[in-house]
């Protein structure tokens, strides 16, 4: 995926308007993450309409108010605007998260084509080695919801222990993510306290011994004495 993106620029949809434009920015952006590749249009009220489902199931899996870690997604827009201000106005519809391409940029019209791209919107989904997971995830976001990432997710072979929806804790104990911990923590303190008492035994078994050693020795000769 990387090498898609190697040698372009990408943009943050924030007000900073942030750009990726070195190999670094692009390969810490882009690196063993699941990308989307959003081709839309301000033109196409089915992309309007489309934007806001995309934004929340963005947001549900990506912003720390939903999820303790953020997914291994990337939202990139390509734009099939008429124009850099409907673009801009489209863009607005979109998570601050999102990256895009700008629009002089004639990579957007590269991807079109390379992606076969023949309806809008589209959303192709590709795995980290820039293979594709989905032609158009559309239907399937819109039937599945936030959800859908775990099948990528899946079918990406991307192991992510850590990232867990919010929806997911409901109905659990944090207890049990902390049990373990602590039974193997007392376990270990079990050992140690045995090894302690086995020490002690050898000592006072030592001990005893030599006691009665000494007392055999002493009755001897006292017992010479008489």
Known sequence: MVDLFIDRVLVKNNKERDELDTECEIVMGLQNRILMLFFASAACDG???????LS??????????YVDRSAQLVLL?????ESEEKQESFLKELPKKCLFLAYEDPY??????????EELPTVVVLRPDCSILANNAVEEILCLGSHCYRNWQEAAELIDRNFMISDDF??????SFSDPVRRLKYKVEDE???KKKRKKGRGRGEGGEAEVDGEE???GRGGGSW
């Not at 827009?77 to 605007?81: A, N, R, T």
């Not at 957007?108 to 791209?117: C, G, Q, T």
Request: proline share 0%; net charge positive.
């Open 192 to 194: 140690k306290k045995k």
């Open 47 to 53: 992309c309007q309409q489309f934007a806001l489902t």
């Open 170 to 175: 409901e109905g659990k104990s944090m207890r």
């Open 217 to 219: 020795e002493g009755g």
């Open 56 to 65: 929340n199931f963005f947001k549900r899996l990506t912003d720390e108010f």
């Open 77 to 81: 827009y390509i734009s099939l605007d």
């Open 108 to 117: 957007r019209r590269e991807l079109e084509a390379m992606f076969n791209v």
